[in-house]
Each structure stands twice: as C-alpha cells, then as structure tokens.
C-alpha cells in the first residue's frame, strides 16, 4: 500500500498504541519482536514507491476532461480521471517518468516528472483540441473503466451523447436520452413520467451538483429542467448502487454542472417554435498564470411560449387531441393546443485553487404551468441553492468532498369550480465523504444529513378543507471498499466492491441497516462478468396512484401512520399462486432488495455488448388507497383495514431483461437498446373468478421496448450531423369498462335522498384492474443540423421531425365521452443557436 508523510504518522500512532499494549501484558512480549518485524517491513516496502495526482483541463476553457485516460509512458500504469477532471497514480516505482494524457478529438500532453519514495506529488495536464483528425485511438480510458470499475446498471452520459438524439424543438434534453435507457419505461408524451425497472417515479432520487430535485421534468415531458449545455456528466443508475446513494429504492440520477469558461466570455443564444434559451459564462477573476487560482460563473435560463405558438404553427392539433381530459374535465371542449409553458434559470460560480481544491456556489428556479382556461390551471415552482466543495489535502492521498443545499417544490391545481389542491417538500440535505486511494483499491466513508418537510392540502367529498404537514429528518452513513485483483501483467482480473450503509429515519425512530455488494470479474480483456445487489430503503411517498395513467398533480407524504397492522404477502415469480402468507407490518418505510446478474462483451474495439438480468422484490410499499369505503373510526373495527385505511401497503416485484449494443467509431454512432420486462403489485385484495388473490399489473408495464439511435457526421468539414430515433413498446395495461350506472350522493340526507327525481352522476361499472392492454407504440424522430464558423462564432441551424410518419399512438381511452386520446401527431420544428 502506498504511503506517505500522514499514512507514516498514522502507522506510527498505531504502533505505539500496540507496543504499549503488549509491553503491559507479559504473555505478549514474546510477540513484540514480531510485530516491530513485520512494521518496518512494511514501511520500508511502502516508502519504496511514490504517487502522482492532478487534473486534466480543456486547454482553451480550463474546464475539466472527464474519463480520460492518464499514464506513464512504457509502463502499464494509469488511471482514468473522474467527473472532477481528477487522476492518482500510486505505487510508482522511485525514478524519472513521462506523464501523458490523450483524448479523441484532443492533442496529447505529456510532462516530465520524477518519483521519490514516499512523495506525493501533482501535476495539471492542459490538453488542446486536434488539428489533426486522428484515424484512431490506441489508448481507451473507457476500456479501462470497464475492467476496473464495477459499473453495474449505470450509464454516464454526456452532452455529446444527449445530442446523438433527434432534438425536439431545435433543442437537445436529457429527458428524451433518458427514454432510450435501457429498462426505462415512459408513459406518455404529455403529462408523461419516466419508470425505471419497476420503480414509480417518487421513487427515483435526482441530484444536482449534490441538491436533491424533487421533479425534474415538465409537465409536457418532452423536457427536462436542466440546461444540455450546463451539464458536464450524468449518472443514471437503475439499480444495484452502492452505499453512496440512498433514500430511494428504485434509482438514481446523479448530475453534475461544469464551471463556466475560466479564459474568456462566451455563450449561447437559441430559438425555435418551441422556446428560446440563452446561456453566458467567463471569468470573474483570470489565473496571473496557467494552473493558478481563478473564478469563474456560468448562468443559463430557457423558457417555453409553446402556448401561444402552437395556436398558430399546430393548428391541426385541435382535431387530434383533447388533453384537457388528463385532468378529468370531461365534459369541455379543448380549449387550446399545447397550453404548457415552462421558465428555467441555473446559476454558478466556482473558485478554483492552484491545487486543484474547488469551491461551487449555485442556485435555480424551475417553474412550470398548464393552463386549460375555465378547466384546470395548475403550476409548479422550485427553486434552491447550496453549495459543495471539493478539497485535496497537501500530503495526502485522500480526496475530500462536500456539501450542503436547500431546494424547495410548490405545486397547486385548481379543476374547474372544486376546491385548489397544493402540495410542498422542501428542506436541506449536506454530505461529507473523503476517499482514499490504497494503489489499485480505494475506501471511502461518508456521512449525510436530510431535513424536509411536507405539506399536502386538499377537500375532501363534503368540501372540507384537509391540511396535512409533517417534518421529517434522517441521517446516514456509509463505507464502502473497491479492491481491485491483477494478474501478473498488471491487468485487472476481478473487482470487489462491498458497502454498508446505516440510514437512520430518526422521525421515525427508525433504523435501516443496507448492506450492498458489486462483483466484476474480468474473464479476458473482452468479457466480463459482473453481479450486484443490495438492501434499500426510503420514508417519501406519493399522494397519487400509482394506478393512475398520468400524475401531473404530485403531493408529498413522508412515513403515513393510517397503515394496516398486518399485510397478505404475494407468492415470488419462482412459487406458486397459492403461496401467500401474512406479515406484520412493522414500519411506514419502503423497502426495496435488488439482485442484478450482467455480462458485458467488446465485440471489437467499437462496438460494444451489455445484458443484465435483474430482480427488485419490493418488500413494502405504500400506496393510495383505492379499495376503501369505510372511515376509519372505532364503529367499523370490525372492518378489513384494506376497506377503510387512507393508504394501502402492497408487496411487488420487477423483473427483467435489458440488452445494449453500442458502436461509436469515428463519423457514425449507434445505439440499439431491447428490454424485456415485468412489473406486478400484490395487494390482498385482487382476486380472480374462483375468488383466489392475485397479482396486478401497474400501468406501467410495458413487456418490450426498443429503441435505436443513430448519428452520423458528414461533409467536407464535417459539419453535417443527421439523427434519427425509432422507438417501439408494447402497450401498457389498462381497466376496461363493463358499464354505466346512475350515481347517487347520500351524503346531505343520507337514506332520505329522493333517487327519484335527484340528479344522478355517472357511475362506472370496472372491469378486472388493468387486465386489458393498450395496442403497441412506435414513433420515428429524426433531425439534421448544420454548422457554419464565422471565426470565433459558430451559427447552428436545426431541422426536425417528431414522429416522422404521424403514428397515431393512443395516450388512454376517455370512458365518459368514448373517445380515443392520442399522443402527439407529427410535429416539424426548426431552430437555430448561436455561439460566441
């Protein structure tokens, strides 16, 4: 293990602390010249090697370079750098070295160093982009990673990656990248939400820059309210993430900001029928020399008047939509085409030292609005700001991170003539971990805490206001441990990587132990296996359905006490359909396990394999309570609590498999995703015609789903880029209708109420729970982009289709007027940004 001045310190305490222990205890002493052997022996073993660190940087912006490759030239050492641009090489040798890096599209840079024992030292590397069009790339940062990192169910991405895509309105966004994921499930083009291998989207942590994001996207959900060209990475983990990561049991989304241009002005200007975007970043304070301190900002806002542009450019629209009706307005005509506005602001300012320590201030507003005038107006604002940090200690190899923010969500709907509903979360999470590199192997701790509250308001059916508002805090901490095995080349050969996290609910006096494991082994420099799983937990619950088909309307609960004492428990896919037992119910939680089985295989150096089988048994879950009739009071104890409890707990389980092929050479960039999976809830009362329990499928299971992108570059300057995007899915499960009856309020006068001659409500008679299925969906998306230079200023026209052929793709089926709503027709759109 790699040594320096602090480690030798900390040995040496160590040392004392156990000659001192032995010294007291005659029958050890016989051992102490053992110990003191084996001590200096090792010390001396690890003084013998020395450690580089540092950071790659885009020569013209000073931005970091994320996953590339570092190494030392004739040697088998390296390292790949991380989202912070930073790199470790440990356990070099004593001598004279050449440290190089080189990216595709970039120069390489190299520089000498020399390597003392038990030194630490480090370098910055500035790279610049390649005059020269590299025909191709010997040294794969990437394959690296593959070999050394568990990486199981994870995909980074990258703006390059999200604009590979057919944008929609002239814009790239990562929330049409993330459809094409494998084992996400999206519901809807309007109103729709992503579902990640069975998890409801309430269940799917977002953060930014650290900051928790309680929705991510719009109510149109074609976008998303992050900026493409803010973001420097993003990590989408949909299942079997370590202990880092909790307080969800589905997946999580982890994106990170980069900093503004640290050399100079500059921006970017956007618009098209959809919105208009503009983004400025540059220097606040320039460094008196390369690699010294600096500060820089970046700033973005976009906004939507998609409103009032569609009534002119998507006239026709009129006559294939009515999306009023996702909100329940049955009875209105449309009133408007896309009535979805949205305004997006980002900002951030980073102090960066000459060591590389890093300090970020940022802040956001996200707001968005669907407005049906004389229907349904709702809105939603979010906004927040914190702070996090990044430190690297003088003599150490340790790798500190932090940090603390406080974000906010407010979301209010009125329908017509009833009572507004509105819902808030808002509260502050902070963090602190430090990493420590042991050569190949790595161990990091950390520790978090999270406040929030809730607040959900609402009428009940006799027009009575409900307030309901809760606190909440937890706190967590966690290790986790990478050890890394090579083979007698230097190459890696299998990687461990088990954590532990301790979540604490302390609201609820509630603790939850979640042991979690990554195993990958590296069966030759092509194939790899790998396996993952882990315990999960989280105490937010929705206030909507999750048998509902769209939730635009999204209140907050933390930890619902009106729970049943005890719950039936569905049989396993693997049992039979009569082996369900009772369990009691012992905590509000959500409690989630995943077990994840993959293999990934590099056909050649450009195309690349990736299946995982995974399982997510949901051990608990809290839902709406759909069954109920009865109140909750002490004359009707004698009732089933699945009749009269506010929330219902269910059991369920997601299984599945998803397969990935990636070919990403030079001009042309492919990406061909199929998933197969399965979804089901259990929650004791479903029964079928010999009045057995059973199972049911939520609505968003979806049994296959395709997707195929494709980009191709062209042009003598190669500054033609054509996209295109095909995607096909299985419908989702719906109820069918058996049929009408007259509905009758008994409330006012109770048996008194003259049905005679009272007005009636239409009352629906339901088929068995989404026994039936939505026909098949498939839309093409394509687009064709061209760039023209006018010197330090590039100028970017658009030109797209979204659903190329006009697919009529049903959305749901409105019962009340019998009429089939679509999702959305063909939709041109033109665009143009400006760069300078």
Do not use: C
Request: charged residues 20%.
């Amino acid at each position: 293990m790699q040594q320096n001045d602090h480690n030798s310190n900390q040995i040496s305490g160590l040392f004392i602390y156990t000659f001192d222990t032995f010294i007291k205890n005659e029958n050890m002493k016989r051992g102490l010249s053992i110990v003191v052997f084996l001590f200096v022996a090792l010390l001396s073993i690890a003084q013998e090697t020395g450690t580089v660190r540092g950071f790659v940087y885009d020569k013209d912006t000073e931005e970091p370079v994320i996953f590339t490759n570092v190494f030392l030239t004739g040697t088998t050492l390296g390292a790949a750098t991380d989202v912070n641009g930073y790199f470790l090489i440990s356990k070099i040798p004593a001598g004279d070295y050449e440290l190089a890096t080189t990216f595709i599209g970039y120069d390489t840079a190299t520089v000498a160093i020399t390597i003392k024992s038990g030194s630490v030292i480090t370098k910055k590397l500035y790279i610049g982009e390649s005059s020269v069009k590299l025909n191709d790339f010997t040294v794969s940062a990437e394959k690296q990673e593959a070999q050394t990192e568990v990486k199981m169910s994870v995909v980074q991405i990258t703006p390059k990656e999200i604009r590979a895509l057919p944008t929609i309105g002239g814009e790239a966004d990562i929330a049409q990248y993330l459809q094409v994921l494998p084992g996400v499930v999206f519901t809807g083009d309007q109103g729709g939400q992503l579902y990640i291998r069975g998890g409801s989207p309430i269940q799917n942590k977002v953060l930014l820059d650290g900051m928790i994001i309680y929705n991510p996207f719009h109510s149109i959900g074609l976008f998303s309210v992050f900026d493409t060209d803010i973001i420097r990475n993003a990590d989408i983990y949909t299942g079997g993430f370590n202990a880092e990561y909790g307080g969800r049991i589905s997946s999580i989304m982890d994106i990170t900001t980069r900093d503004g241009n640290k050399k100079r002005a500059s921006g970017k200007v956007s618009v098209s029928p959809f919105g208009a975007k503009a983004l400025i970043e540059g220097p606040i304070m320039r460094a008196k020399e390369l690699g010294g301190s600096s500060m820089s900002f970046i700033l973005s806002g976009k906004t939507s008047y998609l409103e009032q542009s569609s009534k002119s450019l998507y006239k026709y629209m009129d006559n294939t939509q009515d999306t009023s009706a996702l909100f329940n307005t049955w009875d209105a005509p449309p009133t408007g085409n896309l009535p979805f506005n949205y305004t997006d602001l980002y900002g951030k300012i980073s102090v960066n030292g000459t060591n590389g320590s890093k300090l970020n201030l940022f802040g956001f507003n996200f707001r968005d609005r669907v407005n049906y005038v004389g229907l349904t107006d709702m809105n939603w604002n979010s906004y927040g700001g914190g702070s996090n940090f990044l430190i690297i200690p003088g003599s150490s190899e340790a790798l500190i991170e932090g940090v603390f923010a406080y974000s906010t969500y407010e979301i209010s709907m009125i329908e017509g003539d009833k009572p507004a509903k509105r819902s808030e979360i808002g509260g502050f999470n902070g963090g602190l971990s430090s990493t420590y590199f042991l050569g190949n192997n790595e161990a990091k701790f950390g520790i978090e805490i999270l406040s929030f509250r809730t607040l959900y308001e609402f009428s009940n059916e006799l027009g009575r206001k409900i307030s309901v508002e809760q606190n909440t805090t937890e706190m967590a901490g966690y290790v986790k441990y990478k050890w890394n095995k090579s083979d007698s080349e230097g190459n890696s050969k299998i990687v461990v990587e088990p954590s532990l996290r301790f979540q604490y609910y302390a609201t609820l006096n509630t603790p939850s132990l979640e042991p979690r494991l990554g195993v990958k082994y590296n069966a030759n420099r092509n194939l790899r296996i790998k396996l993952a799983m882990g315990m999960y937990s989280q105490n937010l619950i929705s206030a909507t359905s999750d048998r509902d088909v769209v939730n635009l309307f999204y209140g907050f609960y933390s930890g619902p006490d009106n729970l049943q004492d005890s719950v039936t428990v569905g049989p396993r896919p693997w049992q039979s359909s009569d082996k369900t037992t009772r369990k009691e119910v012992k905590h509000s939680l959500q409690k989630a396990r995943h077990a994840i089985l993959g293999v990934e295989y590099d056909l050649s150096r450009r195309i690349n394999i990736n299946v995982e089988g995974y399982y997510k048994q949901f051990t608990q879950l809290s839902n709406i309570n759909r069954n109920k009739i009865y109140e909750d009071e002490a004359s009707n104890a004698h009732i089933d609590d699945v009749y009269k409890k506010d929330f219902i707990v269910e059991t369920g389980d997601a299984y599945g498999l998803d397969f990935v092929l990636k070919y990403d050479y030079k001009r042309l960039y492919l990406w061909f995703v199929y998933s197969l999976g399965k979804v089901t809830r259990f929650d004791g009362v479903q029964a079928d015609d010999d009045g057995n329990l059973v199972p049911y499928y939520p609505v968003f299971d979806k049994r296959h789903n395709f997707n195929f992108v494709g980009t191709y570059t062209f042009g003598k300057n190669l500054d033609w880029d054509f996209n295109i995007r095909w995607n096909m899915g299985s419908g989702f499960p719906f109820t069918p209708t058996q049929g009408f009856y007259g509905s009758y309020d008994f409330n006012n006068n109770g048996v008194n109420t003259d049905y005679v001659s009272a007005n009636s409500d239409l009352g629906i008679y339901y088929g068995d729970l989404n026994s039936q299925r939505l026909p098949y969906y498939h839309r093409l998306d394509i687009n064709i982009k061209k760039k023209m230079e006018f010197g330090e200023t590039t100028l970017e026209a658009n030109l797209g289709v979204t659903n190329a052929y006009n697919r009529e793709n049903i959305f749901y089926f409105d019962r009340v007027k019998f009429k089939r709503v679509n999702q959305l027709p063909m939709l041109p759109s033109f665009g143009l940004n400006w760069r300078f």
